[in-house]
């Protein structure tokens, strides 16, 4: 969508790359692909909807416009930042201890004034990500992937890459703040505190489990 990002891509001169932008949902290919991958995009389809059934029939026409522009068996390969399985609003509001499916132990543990709190916090965080760096995103689950997906593919691959999220953000957060005084002057120093916030704000719900990188192949059926 940024004629910027596509002309540095063009400027690459990348053999047998054509660079387009434009609206995906516009696209129009000139025959059948094999295969389409798709990196972190699916979270930007629903809008803001906290609604799940909303959610799923929007994720559904993601996977319909993927359905139809790829050959018969073809694959779709998917990377997309995912909340905790508990779903949204739990992955924010309850402690990190309580999203580990693997320790059931404080699984039923009532939630201190701290716990409360924190979740506050949380909920804040993620409203000041939304509203200032990522508009109309929000991120899905992967039972609601699953579902958005049925009857258009076949799931061939699926897992979780955590540890990638951390470093890959860790990675920009690190960047931004070492290019924070030209950053400022490209695009406003509001605009670079309001990534470097919600970049360190990433950084800690990856590393307490509250969301994580989820990565799935589909054959088209």
């Keep these: 969508m940024s004629p910027g990002q596509a002309a540095w891509a063009r400027d690459q001169h990348w053999p047998g790359c054509e660079v387009r932008a434009e609206n995906w949902f516009d696209h129009e290919p000139d ?3 094999d295969a389409i991958i798709a990196i972190e995009v699916i979270e930007h389809c629903a809008g803001t909807t906290m609604w799940r059934a909303k959610r799923v029939a929007r994720y559904r026409e993601f996977f319909q416009h993927c359905h139809s522009w790829l050959r018969l068996g073809g694959h779709l390969s998917v990377q997309v930042n995912a909340w905790n399985e508990r779903g949204w609003l739990a992955s924010l509001l309850l402690p990190p201890q309580q999203l580990d499916p693997h320790r059931s132990g404080r699984a039923r543990e009532r939630l201190g004034l701290k716990d409360i ?3 506050i916090k949380n909920v804040r965080e993620g ?3 939304s509203r200032k760096v990522y508009p109309e995103c929000f ?3 992967w039972d609601e992937l699953i579902e958005a997906s049925r009857g258009l593919f076949n799931i061939v691959e699926a897992r979780t ?5 951390v470093a890959t953000v860790r990675s920009w ?3 931004a703040e070492a290019n924070h005084v030209r950053g400022a002057e490209l695009i406003g120093e509001s605009a670079v505190s309001d990534i470097i916030r919600e970049q360190k704000t990433a950084l800690r719900f990856l590393r307490e489990g509250r ?3 989820v990565r799935m192949v589909f054959e088209k059926v």
């Design 31 to 33: 025959r059948p692909y």
């Design 127 to 129: 409203l000041h990500a």
């Design 117 to 119: 709190l924190g979740g």
């Design 211 to 213: 969301f994580t990188v």
């Design 161 to 165: 890459d955590p540890d990638d999220g």
């Design 139 to 141: 991120l899905p689950t």
């Design 173 to 175: 957060l690190e960047k």
